[in-house]
């Protein structure tokens, strides 16, 4: 019987050693790119299409980039060939003992990449909120017909709501790309954390996803920053609509803060939060946070808006692009008369506080008496700590958003 136990196990072993043998390179695959100035982890997932093909996307987390295709120019059980054209991208492997050891070239850089099988492990977001909650949530879905989109999105009561008080509710539009209603960005979710904070704090919220994107209808591609502002003055009206609320306002992150003061200007909330807006023409943001993010990175700032639209007009015209770049919210914000709170990060190089909040305040400075301008020491584009400000910092910190700005947003609405 022993004896038996002993054959039966090696059988098993041999198995299963044929088994890894045999998948090879099949799997997702993890590992750190040293590009010098930045450090990218990077995964490349090998799975089977529908049609039975190998097809691989990579993912770089530090990027907020999912599910980038490659083309497979060569895949076997120990070596593999890939580039992603879109980016001057190629990687080619070969399968040794469990790591796959490679090249990746891009442009000029030449570079070792070797792969470990796996993914890393999710990111830690303590401030993500669990179920159970305190209060109640609704899926709800409203119009824009100048669109024929249907937007879908999470209604969210504050604990113990009761219809007939005056409570505030915020319609939630996410920044610039894509996006859910969550804003999930570099595994973040934002919005999510805001409406939970908010609820636990007597007001109301409705996030939304993208026309397009998640469960709402329409066209996202060919969509301006005018045309996302139709869909939240839409989701504005269904709100007062409801008449379940007290005063409606509007939350706008990064582009979305345009897309507030667009609002503002039109009267159509009763006040504005504007985390990151910009406060400058397009163009000249453009090219201000492009240099500030070479500066992060010990380079010469080089970008210039003329240099800039030089650059854009050699492209593919985008509408959106195009309407950003000639988009200046100074006339917008200059008719805002209704409460306005705008804050920024001191460390924001995306939307730099030394020129987009000093022109908002100077472009309120004889505004409502509830304005609330501020600039949060040590804030990223994201509002939470950090260390430069840079991108890749936003994927690494756990933090989600400040606890200070959750607080003052709370208070600012409720002292209404």
Same mark, same amino acid.
């Given at each position: ?105 891009? &442009?000029?850089? /030449?570079? +070792?990449?070797?792969? *470990? #099988? %796996?993914?890393?492990? @999710? ?29 879908? &999105?999470?209604? /969210?009561? +504050?604990?113990?709501? *009761? #219809? %007939?008080?005056?409570? @505030? ?248």
């Amino acid at each position: 019987m022993r004896n038996k136990n002993r054959l039966t196990a090696s059988l098993i072993l041999i198995v299963m050693a044929g088994a890894v043998h045999a998948q090879g390179i099949a799997g997702s695959w993890k590992g750190n790119l040293d590009a010098g100035i930045q450090k990218l982890e990077m995964i490349f997932n090998f799975t089977k299409a529908p049609d039975g093909s190998n097809q691989c996307t990579i993912d770089i987390p530090e990027q907020g980039a999912q599910g980038i295709p490659a083309q497979l120019l060569h895949f076997s059980r120990d070596s593999v060939s890939l580039r992603v054209a879109a980016i001057g991208m190629t990687y080619t492997g070969k399968l040794t003992d469990k790591v796959i050891h490679g090249t990746f070239r891009q &442009g000029l850089a /030449t570079l +070792p990449l070797e792969l *470990k #099988p %796996g993914r890393p492990a @999710p990111p830690d977001r303590p401030q993500e909120p669990k179920a159970p909650f305190p209060y109640t949530t609704e899926e709800v879905t409203f119009n824009n017909p100048k669109a024929n989109a249907t937007l879908a &999105g999470t209604l /969210t009561f +504050p604990v113990g709501y *009761k #219809p %007939g008080k005056r409570t @505030p509710v915020v319609l939630m539009v996410t920044g610039s790309g894509p996006q859910k209603r969550d804003e999930g960005v570099f595994d973040h979710k934002p919005f999510l954390v805001l409406a939970d904070f908010l609820a636990r704090h007597g007001i109301a919220s409705l996030r939304y996803d993208d026309r397009g994107i998640g469960q709402s209808t329409g066209s996202f591609k060919g969509a301006t920053s005018k045309d996302f502002a139709d869909d939240a003055k839409a989701g504005l009206d269904y709100l007062k609509k409801r008449r379940q609320f007290g005063p409606v306002g509007l939350l706008g992150h990064s582009e979305g803060g345009l897309i507030a003061f667009m609002i503002g200007a039109q009267k159509a909330a009763d006040f504005l939060v504007v985390m990151a807006g910009p406060g400058i023409k397009g163009d000249t943001l453009i090219a201000e946070q492009a240099n500030a993010n070479l500066q992060i990175y010990g380079q010469k700032p080089t970008q210039s808006v003329k240099n800039l639209r030089r650059e854009l007009a050699a492209k593919p015209q985008d509408p959106w692009m195009n309407y950003f770049i000639d988009c200046d919210p100074a006339p917008y914000i200059r008719q805002i008369s209704i409460p306005l709170m705008a804050i920024n990060g001191s460390k924001d190089h995306q939307v730099l506080p030394q020129t987009n909040l000093k022109m908002i305040r100077e472009l309120q400075k004889n505004g409502n008496r509830k304005n609330l301008i501020k600039e949060y020491e040590g804030l990223n584009h994201l509002f939470q700590h950090c260390t430069t400000g840079g991108g890749n910092e936003y994927y690494q910190i756990e933090e989600t958003i400040s606890p200070e700005v959750l607080s003052d947003i709370a208070n600012w609405i409720n002292g209404l």
